[in-house]
């Protein structure tokens, strides 16, 4: 069925269950898993007002932003194996994650892509969207959404 599942996932509580269904679909259908994290490409270039965040910093939310990416991999990583699912884990630097997910299934030549909804509804979704929204629209994938 799948041979090549995006796990598009953003840290949050509620995409760690989707993550948890992407890797048991892996491990159901044979798939190999690929979790993807779309960083803010603007980190520690923060200004406002005339204000410029000072470098060290930048540097120090570098530093805890990407030991906190680590260690998310790592654990995902751990619970693939586990599982007895190949997983690669993927950040890409962007302003706008759903052309981000959308185009790393692309290049890595994913199947489907599994990621969470975050219940934007009504006049809010509408107005704002969401990135599950975005990817539904965009992707030429299946997308299997956890709510």
């Known amino acids: ?10 840290g949050s509580k509620l995409s760690g269950i989707a993550v948890k269904a992407g890797i048991k679909l892996g491990a159901t259908t044979g798939a190999k898993v690929t979790l993807y994290r ?11 007002e005339g204000y ?5 910093l930048r540097e120090r939310m570098a530093r805890e932003g990407k030991a ?5 991999f790592d654990a995902v990583r751990q619970l693939a194996g586990a599982a007895g699912v190949v997983c690669d884990t993927v950040a890409d630097r962007t302003y706008t994650p759903w052309k981000g997910i959308v185009d790393a299934a692309r290049r890595r030549r994913c199947d489907v892509i599994v990621m969470a909804s975050h ?4 006049v809010a979704g509408v107005l704002l969207g969401s990135v599950t929204q975005k990817v539904l629209a965009h992707s030429k994938l299946p997308v299997l959404v956890y709510r």
């Not at 069925?1 to 953003?10: P, Q, T």
């Not at 219940?119 to 009504?122: A, I, P, R, V």
């Open 1 to 10: 069925m799948f041979k090549h599942i995006l796990i598009a996932s953003d």
């Open 38 to 48: 779309a960083v803010d490409e603007d980190l520690g270039t923060f200004q406002a």
């Open 52 to 56: 410029v965040m000072p470098k060290a």
């Open 68 to 72: 906190r990416l680590q260690a998310n």
């Open 119 to 122: 219940g934007w509804s009504g």
